[in-house]
């Protein structure tokens, strides 16, 4: 059974940083890619980055350049560097893997 746990999110100022990690279990972590998306109150959930297998790395046009997908097979573990954040990326975000999703974990951009 996959299961798929996000933390770090939480309350940050505008321009601030946070760091979401999002562990998999269940699977072999290392033979597929994995996704970030988000879904702001009232929005849809949208896709705001991928990672491949090999390391190739795709972002939304909305985050690219301040947040950065990466992975760590030996921890099982994907992560999403959020830098200069911004009101506008409050949303709850979510780790997708073969099709399996985390319960999300809040990020709240505010002064």
């Known amino acids: 059974q996959v299961q798929l746990v996000e933390s770090g999110g939480g309350l940050v100022q505008p321009g601030g940083s946070l760091r979401l990690s999002c562990v998999v279990s269940?699977?072999?972590?290392?033979?597929?890619?994995t996704d970030w998306y988000r879904q702001a109150p009232g929005k849809q959930r949208e896709w705001v980055a991928s990672?491949?297998?090999?390391?190739?790395?795709n972002y939304a046009d909305s985050v690219k350049g301040r947040f950065t997908i990466s992975r760590d097979n030996a921890k099982s573990t994907v992560y999403l560097q959020m830098n200069s954040l911004k009101p506008e990326d409050t949303a709850v975000y979510y780790c997708?893997?073969?099709?399996?999703w985390g319960q999300g974990t809040q990020v709240t951009v505010s002064s």
């Open positions: 990672i491949t297998v090999g390391g190739s790395t």
């Open positions: 997708r893997f073969v099709g399996h």
């Open positions: 269940g699977s072999i972590f290392s033979a597929f890619g």
